[in-house]
């Protein structure tokens, strides 16, 4: 058994950088995790939903990290016009980002009909463009949709998308059913699906009552979660990591109504790589973690010349909480990362 692993830095294609006070403190965890290619959520307020939007974040997020490569996206919204989609593929912005409307976090702007955007779809896969799922029906009583049952729901959406637009890259974004690695695994290869840390720890029972494990969409069923756990085992490659790391003040998260997000951001790659041996599976980490997700956004793959993350076997605690950069800081101005003050079996070597 080795006590260290040397893999290329990973590659997050789904995480919340905030903005303001929140951003300044984020953005730098991003190396600290281990991670040097992000993928921007366009879920901020208001949302990036034009261009230029989104090229003026991407500015600020670089001059916050300049060691890492920030891949920015969009907020579908009417404001995405097919012109919008040419304009925003000229300026290099990769994706764009669909909330049901009300589903999570800042997704009051969101999607009541699909069909609608379909002229924009066109446009995207005309440009190449990614569409990031944000796979959850709004919960509606009437129509019998809650939770839990939200995501299996809204899989017929995602068939009609890939039949309509078989040539557009779509990614459902952190899966948590069966269901949907069963769908996803069923469609062509132009669909993937990314998995968060989080989801392949926890079930419903870890986050009844703990607020700070609470996230949209919620962890289900433990079935579920062994379905997720299988899949990446299995090293399928149209899974990827997408952490979803999305952080809260603690005193959102511990409110009368606690705000949807786990912030995994700082210790992504240690928790993943004591996951990974759990499962008996470290050897498919580098792919879950890089490879699979960089060929699906046809990034450059990772060379033998690239600078390496080094992580060595020795307990990592993680932190109770991070203090949250502000110059009017109080005691609760903290964010709480998932699993705060439990152990973690590896820890990052690099001295970043």
């Known amino acids: 058994m080795s006590d260290s692993l040397s893999l290329p830095w990973a590659s997050d294609f789904h995480c919340h950088l905030r903005q303001g006070d ?88 969101g999607v009541l009909d699909f069909k609608i955007y379909y002229p924009t779809f066109q446009a995207m896969q005309d440009h190449n463009l990614v569409l990031c799922l944000h796979g959850e029906c709004p919960s509606d009583a009437k129509k019998g949709i809650c939770i839990l049952n939200a995501e299996e729901r809204f899989l017929a959406t995602l068939r009609e998308l890939h039949q309509a637009f078989p040539r557009l890259r779509i990614v459902l974004e952190h899966a948590t059913t069966k269901a949907a690695v069963d769908c996803v695994k069923s469609l062509g290869d132009t669909v993937a699906c990314t998995i968060t840390a989080h989801h392949l720890f926890i079930t419903i029972d870890d986050w009844a009552g703990q607020p700070h494990h609470f996230c949209k969409p919620v962890a289900k069923y433990p079935s579920d979660r062994d379905a997720l ?52 599976c470290l050897d498919k980490l580098e792919a879950f973690i890089s490879t699979y997700g960089r060929a699906f956004y046809q990034l450059p793959a990772v060379s033998s010349s690239d600078p390496r993350l080094v992580l060595k076997r020795k307990a990592l605690e993680i932190p109770e909480s991070y203090t949250i950069n502000s110059s009017s800081a109080q005691e609760s101005d903290v964010v709480v990362p998932f699993m705060a003050k439990q152990e973690l079996a590896w820890q990052i070597d690099n001295g970043c």
Do not use: C
């Open 229 to 280: 756990q299988d899949v990446v085992r299995s090293g399928h490659p149209r899974f990827f990591l997408g952490s979803d790391s999305a952080p809260h003040p603690r005193r959102a998260k511990q409110g009368e109504r606690p705000a949807a997000g786990v912030f995994t951001t700082p210790i992504l790659v240690p928790l993943m790589a004591t996951l990974f041996e759990r499962l008996g």
């Open 22 to 109: 929140m951003m300044d403190t984020v953005v730098p965890m991003v190396e600290q995790g281990g991670v040097r290619t992000v993928l921007a959520m366009p879920n901020l307020t208001p949302p990036l939903t034009t261009t230029q939007m989104a090229v003026d974040y991407g500015t600020a997020l670089q001059k916050l990290a300049p060691n890492i490569r920030f891949i920015l996206t969009l907020y579908l919204s009417p404001d995405l016009t097919p012109e919008e989609v040419s304009k925003a593929a000229a300026a290099g912005i990769t994706a764009v980002k669909v909330y049901p409307s009300g589903v999570t976090t800042n997704s009051d702007w």
